[in-house]
């Protein structure tokens, strides 16, 4: 079993990869060829955003987000201690200071209730992130924002594909930002990522940003890097989204499989009721999870940790902080990922799910009955024993196969 099935991925849709590589191969024009542009018009057509700027990785959309916004040092930009470290990294590689806001408890998302304490006069922009394929309080964001003319950025690089009150995550603020990286749900070969705005005026800053600050060759115009999504990124990429859309209907299948066979024992993330998840993780909450995942991968289980160890806790980062997040620094003690991903079907999930439970009595990290809103964070608070009912679906949930 794979954590993220690439191989079946690229089988089905081999001839249509391969068939947008050679085109590439035959034209020859590598970097910013025509399957860029068509690639952000397909991506600027599906999201409703006026314009799309595909850059060279999700890291470097933020950064040139920022620079768009003339986001410097002396600046302030509000976002989570509980993501990868990009957020963070954009922010200070401009020179700002990241300040952070503790996260929710069932969505592991930035709680837009603790955002407007943190606002100060050098705040110039609130970066959320869309963690795990779901968008995070945007509406309640932008109001936090607006009254004070601060941009927000969305850093959609798990989320997109998803929704937020029926509008697509990278079109839910002033900017959107996402990744391409292979494992996302929508992944390239490589690194790349996108930009998306209705502003004119930041589409065309970022557009000149991204190729060294040039505005016509050789005449530059502002501070740029270089930031291209090469031209064969974008053919993977154009060739991928035309099995998109049932991807992520396969993804959001396997999520709800795991829900109906997790959500009453351990702690589960909450899909909230206004949003969609593409489900670029599906992750639960063990104690004790080395055993838990010892356990799993002797079973051929393979998880993962997203993310062990909060922004704030990183030692490139801990002079920032001296608050503590108490959410996020939970969290990060029992987060566990499962295998995701269009092709698990409902026999691996089942099998999945079954040796989970056994390892979660075994390592007596079982919480019965839980809601998402009653996610525990500390272990003390976590009841010694597994329920019945979680012993009798260890026991029967995974299928006597293999695969």
Sequence with gaps: MDFIDLKSQYLASREL???????????????????????????????????????????????????????????????????FIAAAEAVMLVGATPVFADVEAATGNIDARLVAERITPRTRAILPVSLYGQPADMDAINAIAEPYGIAVIEDAAQSFGATYRGRQSCHLSTIGCTSFFPSKPLGCYGDGG??????????????????????????????????????????????????????????????????????HQIPVFAVRNDRSSVHAQYTVLVDERERVRAQLA?????????????????????????????VAEGLARRVLSLPMGPFLDDASAQRVAGALLDACRQARSAIPAVTPDEVALASTTVPTTVTATATASASTAAPATTS
């Design 298 to 326: 002797a079973a051929g289980i393979p998880t993962a940790v997203h993310y062990p160890v909060p922004i704030h806790r990183q030692a490139a980062y801990a002079h920032l902080a001296p608050d503590t997040y108490p």
């Design 194 to 263: 996108a930009l998306f705005t209705d502003d004119d005026a930041l589409a065309q800053a970022m557009r000149e940003i991204r190729v060294h600050g040039q505005s016509h060759r050789y005449v530059h115009t502002r501070l740029g890097v270089g930031g291209r999504m090469d031209t064969l990124q974008c053919a993977v990429v154009l060739a991928k989204l035309e099995r998109f859309d049932w991807e992520v209907e396969q993804r959001q299948r396997a999520a709800a499989e795991y829900d109906a066979l997790l959500r």
């Design 17 to 83: 990869i391969d068939g947008r590589i050679q085109a590439v191969l035959d034209h020859g024009q590598y970097i910013l060829g025509p399957e860029v542009a068509e690639l952000e018009a397909r991506l600027a057509e599906r999201t409703g955003a006026r314009h799309c700027i595909t850059v060279s990785s999700g890291t470097e959309a933020l950064i040139i987000a920022m620079m768009a916004l003339g986001i410097k040092a002396g600046d302030e930009v509000i976002t989570t201690p509980f993501s």
